[in-house]
């Protein structure tokens, strides 16, 4: 059983951008939206040295609302939250499985006797 605030090693390199580079859970959620990667944030964050582009928050921000037409994302809770809730439901699930399977298998034992 993983401690408390376990986050799989898939989840962290957008925690630790969303470290590095200021952005908010909802800019999070969105680039994960858009697919974007957040190892190559560094090439599209580099707003002071080619002063053309955007911040990154606000790039990620215009291409959210480009594609899909909203300004926010229908879920922006952090990462770390969403992986307590997803564990909570897994561990509330394996209970309730290995309880129905424990009154299943006294019931079948009965069956066959």
Request: with cysteine; net charge positive; glycine share 8%.
């Amino acid at each position: 059983m993983p401690k408390a605030g376990f986050v799989p090693a898939k989840l962290k390199p957008w925690i630790d951008a969303r470290q590095r580079y200021h952005l908010s859970h909802a800019q999070v959620q969105m680039a994960r939206e858009l697919g974007m990667n957040p190892n190559k944030f560094g090439g599209i964050a580099n707003h002071r040295q080619e002063p053309w582009k955007l911040p990154l928050a606000q790039f990620i921000e215009e291409c959210f609302q480009k594609r899909f037409d909203r300004k926010q994302p229908l879920d922006g809770r952090s990462i770390e939250e969403k992986e307590a809730e997803r564990c909570a439901r897994k561990h509330a699930s394996q209970a309730e499985r290995a309880g129905s399977a424990m009154h299943t298998a006294g019931g079948r034992d009965k069956a066959r006797t």
